[in-house]
């Protein structure tokens, strides 16, 4: 059994009050759930999601901005890797488990900016959060990755369009969700769900 993990950009406190997400939900109540955790500074895409999967903050890995690469950085990274990458989850993984598979499946291709992709497995770029969770569903059923991230991107992209705390934007959550459902249902028909 492997970790499977679902980074849903811009879902918010509000996001769960407001939107109907029976998946979402269902996970929380077989976890944990913090509505207090704070973001680091600045509250950008970029810098937050490269610390959590690089697993430290800005000032260590240097992610300081959207649009970042290692060319165009500021702040040098504590620590490098041969290629010039601040350690990764995805190079952890790799370390602790040798032998084992790591996957990305996202929709934001700022991503792979982050980490050093020697690292992973399966990296695997969507425009559509519907082909992203199709296609992350199908390797995990077929690879059984020890370790997979999945970012969906699109409540984030309508939060721009329409607003963040709009009607539009808690659909678009709902939509989100039912996806992750997709995602739930194959990996239970597949005999993986009760695993991960």
């Known amino acids: ?13 509000e996001g769960l009050q407001f939107s109907n997400t029976p998946n979402i939900d269902t996970l929380i109540r077989r976890g944990a759930l ?17 610390s959590m999967l690089l697993g430290a903050g800005p000032e260590q ?6 649009g970042w ?11 490098r890797d ?8 995805f190079k952890v993984v790799r370390e602790q488990m040798p032998g084992s598979k ?3 499946f996202y929709d934001w291709d700022e991503l792979a900016n982050f980490y050093n992709p020697k690292d992973i497995d399966a990296e695997v770029f969507s425009k559509d959060y519907h082909e992203t969770v199709r296609k992350a569903a199908g390797y995990i059923l077929a690879e059984r990755p020890a370790f997979t991230f999945i970012y969906i991107g699109h409540a984030d992209d309508v ?3 329409s607003g963040h705390g709009t009607e539009t934007f808690w659909k678009s959550v709902a939509d989100v969700d039912d996806a992750i459902g997709d995602l ?13």
């Open 184 to 196: 739930f249902s194959e990996l239970k028909k597949g005999g993986l769900f009760d695993s991960l």
């Open 159 to 161: 939060g721009h369009e």
């Open 82 to 89: 041969a290629d010039g990458y601040f350690p990764s989850i």
């Open 69 to 79: 690469t290692r060319a165009n950085s500021t702040v040098a990274p504590a620590e």
């Open 61 to 66: 890995h240097g992610i300081t901005r959207n």
């Open 34 to 50: 913090s509505l207090t955790t704070r973001a680091v500074m600045p509250t950008v895409s970029a810098p937050n999601w490269g």
């Open 1 to 13: 059994a492997g970790v499977v993990v679902i980074g849903v950009d811009a879902l918010s406190t």
């Open 102 to 104: 790591t996957a990305m």
